[in-house]
């Protein structure tokens, strides 16, 4: 059966300090991991997708890695709006169109 | 572009009662879909569209029904809603579904009592 699971939970840090959020998955074959932010009381917002092992993508803080078995999203000295839940998603390739998402971490980071 | 849009914004419902969750979007994208967010267990996809006329099931379907009559819009229709459906739901939409840029609307917060 193919599972998402992000760790930790949740997250506090102090602004400027630096962590990663992981991302471990067990598919059959993957066609795409996607990774998105989600605000209180909000959709969530696209971010990355990764579609091989060793493939990386960076958005100003923001860096998400991908191995064959796990995806890590480093944030890189966060600021308080950097606080949100961050979502990771795969398509599988014998799932198409069909998305799993983890349960998300919650980061909160405080000046 | 107003992207992909929701309505109604908050509803409550008693138990057995039916409603339709409205979804649209107007930036002509095949791929359509509905999930559900509850505490602790992420977004679950309930059904998806890959064109209008085309509907699948995905991980939670049972006790909602979809129709895509157009591109444009893709209702949710809740049969005889029970407490077990008290949740967020979401629609997004994308291009054809293979994993480029997903959207998400803002989501209908359902209590059903």
């Given at each position: 059966?193919?599972?998402?699971?992000?760790?930790?939970?949740?997250?506090?840090?102090?602004?400027?300090?630096?962590?990663?959020?992981?991302?471990?998955?067990?598919?059959?074959?993957?066609?795409?991991?996607?990774?998105?932010?989600?605000?209180?009381?909000?959709?969530?917002?696209?971010?990355?997708?990764?579609?091989?092992?060793?493939?990386?993508?960076?958005?100003?803080?923001?860096?998400?890695?991908?191995?064959?078995?796990?995806?890590?999203?480093?944030i890189?000295?966060?600021?308080?709006?950097?606080?949100?839940?961050y979502?990771?998603?795969?398509?599988?390739?014998d799932?198409?169109?069909?998305?799993?998402?983890?349960?998300?971490?919650?980061?909160?980071?405080?000046? | 572009?107003?992207?992909?849009?929701?309505?109604?914004?908050?509803?409550?419902?008693?138990?057995?009662?039916?409603?339709?969750?409205?979804?649209?979007?107007?930036?002509?994208?095949?791929?359509?879909?509905?999930?559900r967010?509850?505490?602790?267990?992420?977004?679950r996809?309930?059904?998806?569209?890959?064109?209008?006329?085309?509907?699948?099931?995905?991980?939670?379907?049972?006790?909602?029904?979809?129709s895509?009559?157009?591109?444009e819009?893709?209702?949710?229709?809740?049969?005889?809603?029970?407490?077990?459906?008290?949740?967020?739901?979401?629609?997004?939409?994308?291009?054809?579904?293979?994993?480029?840029?997903?959207?998400?609307?803002?989501?209908?917060?359902?209590?059903?009592?």
């Amino acid at each position: 059966e193919d599972q998402v699971t992000q760790s930790p939970e949740a997250l506090r840090l102090q602004e400027g300090e630096s962590s990663s959020l992981n991302c471990s998955y067990t598919v059959s074959g993957l066609r795409g991991l996607f990774w998105y932010r989600q605000d209180p009381g909000k959709g969530p917002e696209f971010l990355f997708t990764l579609y091989s092992a060793g493939e990386e993508k960076e958005k100003e803080r923001l860096k998400a890695t991908l191995t064959k078995k796990e995806s890590f999203l480093h944030i890189t000295a966060p600021k308080p709006e950097d606080s949100a839940t961050y979502l990771c998603a795969v398509m599988t390739t014998d799932s198409w169109g069909k998305f799993q998402f983890g349960a998300g971490t919650q980061v909160v980071v405080t000046p | 572009n107003a992207g992909v849009t929701q309505t109604p914004k908050f509803q409550v419902l008693k138990t057995g009662q039916s409603m339709t969750l409205q979804c649209a979007q107007d930036m002509n994208h095949e791929y359509m879909s509905w999930y559900r967010q509850d505490p602790g267990m992420g977004l679950r996809l309930i059904h998806y569209s890959v064109g209008a006329g085309i509907t699948d099931q995905g991980e939670v379907p049972n006790g909602y029904n979809v129709s895509r009559s157009t591109t444009e819009d893709f209702p949710l229709r809740l049969l005889s809603a029970a407490p077990s459906q008290t949740s967020v739901y979401f629609c997004a939409s994308s291009k054809t579904g293979s994993g480029e840029t997903q959207y998400f609307g803002p989501g209908t917060r359902l209590l059903v009592l």
